[in-house]
Each structure stands twice: as C-alpha cells, then as structure tokens.
C-alpha cells in the first residue's frame, strides 16, 4: 500500500525541462561579497529585498562584505572550555572552598 502523503501518477524527473515551460523567473540581482581571503561569493537575491551586509563565503566559510577594500575581520576563535572553567569564572576559590564545606558537613549530618 502506498503511504498517504504520496503523489500518485508521478516520478523524479517528470516535472517541466525548460525554465519557459515553468514559468516566469522573479526579477534578481547579483551583489559581490569580498571575505578576508580575497574569495569573491555573488548570491543572487530578489530585486525588491536589502541584501544583507555580510554574507558566508562559499569557499572558506569566513564573513564576507560587500566592501573589497575593507572586508569583515575573521572571527576571534576562542579555545574549548570545559564545565570547570565556566565554574571558576563565576566563583572564587573562597567559594568554592565554602560551597565544598557545606557539601561535606551535610554529607557528615547525613551519616551520622
């Protein structure tokens, strides 16, 4: 049985070949974006919308702008953190000292 959602009497492929037989394409522009590397990206987006100021290159993957001369720095990459690091940054050493001796007295209530 087939399932449901299919489309019967169809298959990949069967749809239109030429663009004058699916109809009318919307009007478009193309805008140049220069990324850090010097890779040139030209997305072509629909005439009536503001293209956006940045955009991924396609070729390294860094922001690219429409400026050549001055393009968007390359994003600063910040090393790995693990959960130890993210909790010493939001306490001090006397915290954590304090937190740990509430821990061990409630650990030593509990025991007894």
Not at 8 to 17: D, E, N, Q
Not at 62 to 88: C, F, I, M, N, T
Request: glycine letters at 8%; hydrophobic letters at 30%; charged letters at 30%.
């Amino acid at each position: 049985m087939a399932a449901g959602n299919a489309i019967r009497g169809t298959r990949v492929g069967s749809g239109p070949m030429r663009w004058a037989e699916r109809g009318d394409q919307a009007p478009r522009r193309s805008v140049t974006y220069w990324c850090a590397n010097g890779h040139v990206t030209e997305p072509a987006f629909a005439a009536e919308i503001t293209p956006p100021d940045t955009w991924d290159c396609s070729r390294c993957g860094l922001p690219a702008g429409q400026d050549r001369q001055a393009p968007p720095e390359r994003p600063k990459v910040e090393p790995y953190k693990s959960h130890l690091a993210y909790v010493k940054e939001r306490r001090s050493d006397a915290d954590g000292e304090a937190i740990l001796q509430e821990a061990l007295a409630r650990m030593r209530q509990h025991r007894s």
